[in-house]
């Protein structure tokens, strides 16, 4: 089992980079594929970004491709997500979640965190 809590969030112009953080308990931090997803109120939430365990591989949303870039600390047990070229409809509470597995889907995760809110301002 392993806990996520996110850190990072906040109130960011247009234009403007954001960097969050989640950190993981547990000494299996490195067995678990990473992902961050988003939800804005009353709508799903939705895949952003994925990591694999040893970072070697990633995957985005469309929405995300090119602007945001996640990646892995398993000596820190810590995933970060770098968000650059923010938009208003970046705008949501962003969550981070662990599963196991070898591949990088958009679904299927055991373990999230509570969420930190990002607020894009135009």
């Known amino acids: 089992q392993v806990q996520l809590v996110e850190s990072g969030g906040g109130l960011v112009q247009a234009g403007g980079s954001l960097r969050l953080s989640c950190a993981a308990s547990?000494?299996?931090?490195?067995?678990?594929?990473m992902g961050w997803f988003r939800q804005v109120p009353g709508k799903e939430r939705v895949f952003a970004a994925a990591?694999?365990?040893?970072?070697?591989?990633?995957s985005y949303a469309d929405s995300v491709k090119g602007r945001f870039t996640i990646s892995r600390d398993n000596a820190k047990n810590t995933v970060y997500l770098q968000m650059n070229s923010l938009k208003p409809e970046d705008t949501a509470v962003y969550y981070c979640?662990?599963?196991?597995?070898?591949?990088?889907?958009?679904?299927?995760?055991?373990?999230w965190g509570q969420g930190t809110q990002v607020t894009v301002s135009s």
């Open positions: 990591i694999s365990q040893t970072g070697g591989r990633t």
């Open positions: 547990g000494r299996t931090f490195s067995s678990y594929v």
């Open positions: 979640a662990a599963r196991t597995g070898v591949a990088l889907p958009t679904t299927g995760y055991d373990y």
